[in-house]
């Protein structure tokens, strides 16, 4: 009965704190759904700590799998970003948070789990999980999430227009601002860009963790006539760590235009590539395993050892390889064959 009453007490808990709530609402949203999260968590920890037998437990309270209750937290996140009581700059915040909880949940969670495959059925077995089943009810989740968020930021970026501001990109983009975009892609962007070719004679390029690139397609000529039949296709690193993520073009009047800046390296891939055909470039991102692996040796100094394990975290296997959903079958599968991706590291962009 003592463990039935300490429930109660969570309950009581739970009821009080969200009423307090409602009396003294807070700017941020969040912690409404952690209140939640918390509650349901601590019913939880009672059921497992109680003396009840464990199908009881679970008849009453089903657990959830570790892996996707963090998808859940996501979605939970993406209710609050699709909610249209929710001021427009918060929604576009949780649209980043949707984003960067995704990027580390592939980079430490999902990556554990992929080096669980290793261990075979019989530690698949001693473990009680089933990596093949859990990885394929991951991708499934989030391919679904992913295809919601594209589907909220439709709508938003709608919403930011009606308030003056436009985010355009490279087709979209007044003639008027042709002067200013390559002035300021020759001042400040063009000496950080180091175009690579995706066949080169010492293999592909190393794609670092978490950096955007946009793949080109390249045809060989001479004086804007084409040359090749097929083109190649050259990789562009975009320098968000040294340049600013976007970019501000000239005011006209009350409306205010905005431009990504991998839409302004698009714009001018005639400069990066002068004498050639330039084609259609599509984005790309790589994750990596970002798992501190540690081996437990007595020998072994523990903070040199983590040191160690941190600075690999940028050059660890690829977890997720996320691509534009415009990019053709064939160079996603070329660049499967080229980076060694497996068929589940490949995710489909919003």
């Not at 400040?188 to 175009?195: E, G, K, M, Q, R």
Request: some cysteine; charged content about 25%.
């Amino acid at each position: 009965m003592a463990r039935a009453s300490n429930g109660t007490t969570h309950r009581a808990r739970h009821t009080a704190w969200v009423s307090e709530s409602r009396r003294n609402p807070k700017p941020n949203r969040v912690c409404r759904a952690s209140v939640d999260t918390i509650f349901v968590a601590s019913l939880r920890l009672s059921s497992l700590r109680s003396e009840r037998p464990v199908s009881e437990t679970t008849d009453k309270y089903q657990l959830v799998d570790r892996e996707t209750a963090w998808l859940a937290f996501s979605e939970r996140v993406l209710q609050e970003a699709a909610d249209p009581a929710v001021p427009l700059f918060e929604r576009l915040f949780f649209c980043g948070i949707f984003s960067s909880n995704l990027d580390e949940y592939f980079r430490v969670r999902v990556a554990s789990l992929r080096s669980l495959l290793r261990l075979g059925k019989g530690g698949h077995a001693k473990l009680g999980i089933e990596p093949h089943r859990l990885l394929h009810d991951i991708h499934r989740i989030v391919m679904t999430q992913q295809q919601r968020y594209g589907g909220i930021l439709g709508p938003l970026m709608n919403e930011m227009r009606a308030t003056g501001i436009n985010l355009v990109n490279e087709e979209t983009v007044d003639l008027v601002h042709d002067d200013f975009l390559r002035s300021t892609f020759r001042d400040t962007i063009a000496h950080h860009l180091d175009p690579a070719p995706l066949r080169g004679s010492d293999g592909p390029p190393f794609l670092k963790n978490h950096k955007v690139y946009l793949a080109v397609e390249v045809w060989d000529g001479t004086d804007g006539v084409q040359t090749s039949w097929t083109p190649s296709y050259q990789l562009v690193e975009v320098p968000s760590g040294q340049v600013s993520r976007f970019i501000t073009l000239p005011s006209r009047g009350d409306d205010h235009e905005v431009m990504f800046l991998d839409d302004v390296i698009r714009y001018c891939l005639d400069e990066v590539f002068p004498g050639k055909e330039v084609g259609r470039s599509y984005a790309l991102k790589l994750t990596r395993d970002a798992e501190l692996y540690v081996d437990d040796e007595f020998e072994v100094d523990l903070v040199e050892a983590i040191r160690q394990s941190l600075g690999k975290r940028d050059t660890g296997l690829p977890s997720r390889f996320l691509y534009d959903m415009s990019m053709p079958y064939v160079l996603v599968h070329t660049l499967q064959h080229e980076f060694g991706l497996a068929e589940e590291d490949l995710i489909l962009g919003a």
